[in-house]
T-cell receptor, first 113, second 112 residues
Framework: SAVISQKPSRDICQRGTSLTIQCQVDSQVTMMFWYRQQPGQSLTLIATANQGSEATYESGFVIDKFPISRPNLTFSTLTVSNLSPEDSSIYLC??????????FGPGTRLTVL | GENVEQHPSTLSVQEGDSAVIKCTYSDSASNYFPWYKQELGKRPQLIIDIRSNVGEKKDQRIAVTLNKTAKHFSLHITETQPEDSAVYFCAAGLFGNEKLTFGTGTRLTIIP
């Protein structure tokens, strides 16, 4: 499976600021995904990031709050904007494999004060 | 859209016994059903998956069964060990589409 890294691994931010999370894969992948996992909860898909086109957002998530970039086939960023305490979560990127399986990055733990 | 329900939310099992976690899905078009294991503070890890063209798949102590008619699938862990303690998530989606809907998770505790 692909090796996926995320930066930062954790951060503490003040409300009203923004955090940009990076996701790097060691091989080219077609689709990258961004998930949110609130404390003690399941995984919720935020958006699908495709190279060369705008991200596709799920219901309840908007581009102004969660802008995503996908400049190439190995990298993507997720920005969480105008932070509030409700944004405190783990944010995970994932990628699809050649065989259609989905693998996750290590996650970014965000705490908003 | 797809809706996945997962039961139970918590499960305690004596070491060596079997554990079963069940999920139901709503979208009959879904044809891909992976299971993830998430240890505390770690990323979800794919442990087994099944596609709708088979009814059962086994990998050592782990097996998954699928009933397309009833729209439910289950994870079976036999001869449980302390390292099986984790949160397990089922998911459903369209193979090749990779958009997954996750269940709410089951916290499995293996009692030594």
């Amino acid at each position: 499976s692909a090796v996926i890294s995320q930066k930062p691994s954790r951060d503490i931010c003040q409300r009203g600021t923004s955090l940009t999370i990076q996701c790097q894969v060691d091989s080219q992948v077609t689709m990258m995904f961004w998930y949110r996992q609130q404390p003690g909860q399941s995984l919720t898909l935020i958006a699908t990031a495709n190279q060369g086109s705008e991200a596709t957002y799920e219901s309840g998530f908007v581009i102004d709050k969660f802008p995503i970039s996908r400049p190439n086939l190995t990298f993507s960023t997720l920005t969480v904007s105008n932070l509030s305490p409700e944004d405190s979560s783990i944010y995970l990127c994932s990628v699809d494999s050649t065989w259609g399986e989905q693998f996750f990055g290590p996650g970014t733990r965000l705490t908003v004060l | 859209g797809e809706n996945v329900e997962q039961h139970p939310s918590t499960l305690s099992v004596q070491e060596g016994d079997s554990a079963v976690i069940k999920c139901t899905y709503s979208d009959s078009a879904s044809n891909y059903f992976p299971w993830y294991k998430q240890e505390l503070g770690k990323r979800p890890q794919l442990i087994i998956d099944i596609r709708s063209n088979v009814g059962e798949k086994k990998d050592q102590r782990i097996a998954v069964t699928l009933n397309k008619t009833a729209k439910h699938f289950s994870l079976h862990i036999t001869e449980t060990q302390p390292e099986d303690s984790a949160v397990y998530f089922c998911a459903a989606g369209l193979f090749g589409n990779e958009k997954l809907t996750f269940g709410t998770g089951t916290r499995l505790t293996i009692i030594p």
